[in-house]
């Protein structure tokens, strides 16, 4: 049973659901980003998904658009990004996703790109810009080597879309609450339980809810409807305003604060 699955499983058999924490890997650089893995499975994150960055990322707000940068600007590569996580899984069992686009893991190679990453530990991948009716150049390798992909569903989704998730995907759905880029919100979408709803019943996997979600209140809503969690804008806008120690204690404390939300 590979990492995720054993975790949604142990989740599921415990009544809770699952936090999924994002965050830029490399920003501000790698050194940082290791420490922070350990610090997110210690605070009650489930899943980590980290950010490969990219000079267009087009899905994403100004918050992880400019920690894109601040992660470039630091060299940061999709290789130091595959050494991390194996130098990670010498102390760390989270299950770690690799989330970005397209461009980088297709100059890296789709096939050397799913080996390298089974080979460091990583656990996932979700391309943003990839649809799953033309993933089969990266989703067959992905088998060979048990890595699971991921693909995101939106409010536009149709059943043809839904239907092709469904048959392509792995490991869980990456289900975006709100149409537009990333970055929080003030409210949870008024029509989210009849959407999440909808896809519940075309789905067998487990489906995590996210873009816009900041506050405890916001992850207890959308908790009840859904498998779990995803925050990524909320806790990357801390990298940006925080450094050093007390990066790492407002971090901590917000993680927990979330898991305690939909415990």
């Given at each position: ?23 830029t ?8 980003t ?13 899943v980590?998904?980290?950010g ?32 991390l ?5 010498t102390?760390c ?36 810009d ?11 390798p ?5 890595i ?7 409010p ?10 469904e ?7 990456y289900?975006?609450t709100v ?19 909808r896809v ?42 925080l ?9 901590g ?11």
């Amino acid at each position: 049973m590979s990492r995720l699955a054993a975790r949604f499983a142990a989740l599921h058999t415990d009544g809770s659901k699952a936090l999924v924490t994002f965050i830029t890997a490399g920003d501000p650089d790698l050194a940082v980003t290791e420490e922070m893995i350990q610090l997110l499975e210690h605070s009650g994150a489930d899943v980590i998904e980290l950010g490969v960055p990219f000079s267009d990322p087009m899905a994403d707000g100004p918050t992880i658009q400019r920690s894109s940068e601040r992660a470039l600007n630091a060299g940061t590569t999709l290789h130091g990004i595959l050494e991390l996580v194996k130098r990670v899984r010498t102390r760390c069992e989270i299950p770690i996703i690799l989330m970005g686009y397209l461009n980088p893991v297709h100059a890296y190679g789709f096939d050397r790109f799913c080996r390298d990453a089974s080979d460091a530990g990583v656990d996932g991948i979700l391309l943003v810009d990839m649809p799953p009716e033309e993933s089969s150049e990266l989703t067959v390798p992905a088998r060979l080597y048990g890595i699971d992909v991921i693909f995101l569903l939106t409010p536009t989704s149709d059943s043809e879309r839904i239907a092709a998730v469904e048959s392509h995907g792995s490991g869980f759905v990456y289900y975006v609450t709100v149409t537009g880029v990333t970055g929080t919100r003030t409210s949870v979408s008024t029509s989210l339980a009849q959407e999440l709803a909808r896809v519940n019943q075309a789905i067998s996997l487990p489906v995590m809810a996210g873009f816009g979600i900041s506050t405890p209140e916001q992850a207890a809503e959308v908790g009840k409807l859904a498998d779990g969690i995803v925050v990524g804008s909320a806790i990357v806008k801390l990298f940006e305003q925080l450094s050093g120690e007390e990066l790492k204690q407002k971090v901590g404390s917000y993680v927990a604060g979330l898991k305690q939300a939909i415990a």
